[in-house]
């Protein structure tokens, strides 16, 4: 069976952001702003692909996903 890694862009703390491998108990690393986390977390979906990137906005709730390279669950419609 193949797995994907699941990358998440959250905010993390007053007005910073986090990125975390979805299943690990800590974060990767915290950034200042959400640009440059969402760039270094896209570099991350692209290495360890098959992957998902999935970005929250500031309240938690998903913001937008994207999918690198045969992802084994594609979604249907």
């Known amino acids: 069976?193949?797995?994907r890694?699941?990358?998440h862009?959250?905010?993390y703390g007053f007005n910073m952001w986090q990125i975390k491998f979805e299943n690990e108990p800590t974060e990767h690393s915290v950034y200042g702003t959400k640009?440059?986390?969402v760039e270094v977390a896209r570099?991350?979906?692209k290495?360890?692909?098959p992957s998902q990137l999935?970005?929250?906005k500031e309240d938690a709730t998903i913001e937008y996903e994207y999918?690198?390279?045969g992802d084994p669950y594609p979604t249907s419609g």
Do not use: C, G, K, N
């Open 54 to 56: 999935v970005v929250h």
């Open 9 to 11: 862009v959250l905010p």
């Open 43 to 45: 570099a991350l979906a």
């Open 35 to 37: 640009y440059p986390a």
């Open 1 to 3: 069976m193949t797995f």
């Open 5 to 7: 890694t699941v990358i």
């Open 67 to 69: 999918t690198y390279i």
């Open 47 to 49: 290495r360890h692909s």
